[in-house]
Structures are given as structure tokens and as C-alpha cells.
């Protein structure tokens, strides 16, 4: 069994306070990167396994242009995308399957209600029902099948790890992270995530924040294209007011989330956060990663001070302000 991080090996990243009272804490592991690559500051075990989740969206994203297929703009940051499921969302990815004579059947995500509060509810009022298109990988997954179109591979089987797709993905995580897959399970959404240490998923994820598009080596390019297209596009990464949307409009930063408490960010310069909260509670992973960030250098705390403000890190006790998530990094 893959070694992942123990409980004595982790370190504290946030607490809960309420009415003054420490009642929750969050620990975790953590690694922050200097713009040439270096370690910065290690919390924790940051060399023990994890599974990335949606963190690894973006070397998958990276992975099916590399495999032949042609987005731009907001299709390229859907690639990419743990979205929000609003109708702009599905317009966009509707779009992409239909430029390659696919549709929402043809999605191997399963079906869901979407993310996004007010869309969900007037969902429900029409008498709607959860469904593949509005599931918050149906981006990533749309791309997965422009990929298998653009090469002729089978559509059907796009999610086994034995497919085409899938071993050139394999393949470029492990040219990204530098190091062989540990280990392969099944995401919530049905693709293959890869067992990683914090370390190679931050270095990982760095080398696509800092690549150019004038890079003379191909993939640098693309990936200077994706984190391009997030940052300018950055309500498609997630939707209107949530956390990864927020921080990149209001930092510049490119910023990912995963389902379990992971979470890695590239400021402007290239300093990069990479982190676990070890219960697998997200609710603190943005402020982690902002205020680790800030510590670094990396970021200003008086512009940092606002985005976290605007987090949804509040506790209620009757319905008033009694206290805060925040970090202890």
C-alpha cells in the first residue's frame, strides 16, 4: 500500500473559531516553491502520496491538446474547469461536443446537479433533473472526447486507463511532475487520478503557471495558452463569487481546486502553493494558499486581505457573525 500522509506527519493549516473558542482544527501538509522550482517552505509530509482530484485538471487539459485537440479561449479554460454548472457553463461545453458531431449522451461524467445555487433552484422549479452536461467535470470531460475525435480513437471507451487518451495523459503527467505513477485510481467523475506527492504535483503545476507562449518547446506553449485562457477567462475554472474565480480575477493568480482538500496556486511571479487538508475539508484551502503565498512574499497581504474577506469563511451562531475560519500558516 502506497505510503500517504499520517496524522503524527501533519502540521496545523487553519482552525475554527467561534465566539473566540478554537473549536475545529484543520491539518494538513503543505509545500511552497520559489519561482525556479526550489522549496521555499515545507509544512507537514509533502512527500507522501496523495490523489490530486481536480488539481490534476490542468495537466489533463494540458494532455488533450497535446493529443490533437484545438480550444482557445473559454472552451481551453472549460478544459480545465471544476465548474459551476450555470447556463453559461453548459452553453460553452455544448458547444465543444458539438463542433465534433458529439453530444451530452456521449459524456462518461455522471449526472449532477449543478453547483451553482440559483441555477440549481430554478432547475428544481422547472421540474429538472440532475444531468451529465451540468456535473462539474463535464468541461474537462468534453475535452477528453475533442481529443478522441481529432485522433480517431473510440468515444465509448475514453475513461478506461487502458485508452489511448489516457496512457498519453499518464504519460504527461509523469513528464510534468517528474516522477513515475505511484498508483492509479477512479475520480468522482469517472477518469483516472494519479497518485502524487505534494511536492510533484507543485512543481507539476508550476511549470504549466510559468510556461510561455513564445516557449520554442510545444508544450510549454500550449500550457502558457491554458493558464492564458483561465486568467482571462477565469469565471469558466469555477463560477461568479467562488473561490478560485475570486482569487483569480481579484490576483492574477492561477488557481485549482480539488475535491478532498486539495488546492494549488501559482501567484504572477511564479511562486506556487500546493497543499492537503487532511480531513478533506476545503473550506479553508484558498486562504491556506493565499497566506502561504503572502508569507512567501509572493503576494501583497493588502491586496490578499480583501479576497479573503470576500471567502465564505464566516461562522454563524443565531444567524449573526460569531466568528472566522482562518488560517494558522
Known amino acids: 500500500m502506497p505510503q500517504t500522509i499520517a496524522v503524527p506527519a501533519a502540521v496545523e493549516l487553519a482552525v475554527v473559531e467561534r465566539s473566540g473558542f478554537v473549536e475545529s482544527r484543520h ?3 503543505a509545500v511552497v516553491l520559489a519561482p525556479d522550482g526550489t522549496a521555499l517552505r515545507t509544512l507537514g509530509d509533502a512527500d ?3 490523489l490530486p482530484r481536480s488539481t490534476l485538471k490542468p495537466l489533463q487539459a494540458l494532455a488533450t491538446l497535446t493529443a490533437g485537440a484545438s480550444l482557445e479561449g473559454e472552451r481551453l479554460g472549460l478544459a480545465t474547469a471544476s465548474h459551476a454548472g450555470t447556463d453559461r457553463h453548459v452553453d460553452v461545453v455544448r458547444g465543444m461536443l458539438h463542433d465534433v458531431g458529439l453530444g451530452e449522451d456521449d459524456l462518461g461524467c455522471p449526472p449532477a446537479w449543478p453547483g451553482d445555487t440559483k441555477t440549481r433552484d430554478e432547475l428544481v422549479r422547472d421540474l429538472g433533473s440532475p444531468s451529465r452536461i451540468r456535473m462539474n467535470c463535464s468541461g474537462k470531460h468534453a475535452a477528453m472526447l475533442t481529443a478522441c475525435v481529432a485522433n480517431g480513437w473510440d468515444t465509448a471507451g475514453y475513461l478506461s486507463p487502458d485508452h489511448p487518451l489516457q496512457v498519453h495523459t499518464r504519460e504527461v503527467v509523469e513528464r510534468l511532475t517528474g516522477a513515475r505513477v505511484a498508483a492509479t485510481a477512479i475520480d468522482g467523475c469517472g477518469a483516472p487520478v494519479y497518485a502524487m506527492s505534494l511536492l510533484a504535483l507543485g512543481r507539476a503545476v508550476q511549470r504549466i503557471g510559468t510556461s510561455s507562449e513564445r516557449s520554442p518547446f510545444a508544450l510549454h506553449r500550449l500550457a502558457g ?3 492564458r485562457a483561465v486568467r482571462e477567462h477565469p469565471w469558466t475554472i469555477d463560477g461568479p463569487g467562488r473561490p478560485d474565480t475570486v482569487a483569480i480575477e481579484r490576483l492574477g493568480v492561477f488557481a485549482k481546486t480539488g475535491a478532498e482538500g ?3 496556486m501559482v501567484a504572477p511571479d511564479g511562486t506556487t502553493a500546493a497543499l ?3 480531513d478533506g475539508s476545503g473550506r479553508a484551502a484558498t486562504a491556506i494558499a493565499l497566506t502561504l ?4 512574499g509572493a503576494l501583497e497581504a493588502a491586496r490578499v486581505a480583501p479576497v479573503i474577506a470576500q471567502l465564505p469563511l464566516t461562522v454563524l451562531g443565531g444567524g449573526q457573525d460569531v466568528g472566522i475560519i482562518r488560517p494558522t500558516v
Open 27 to 29: 491539518a494538513g501538509a
Open 276 to 278: 492537503k487538508v487532511l
Open 293 to 296: 503565498l503572502v508569507r512567501a
Open 225 to 227: 495558452a491554458l493558464v
Open 262 to 264: 486539495v488546492l494549488v
Open 48 to 50: 507522501a502520496l496523495i
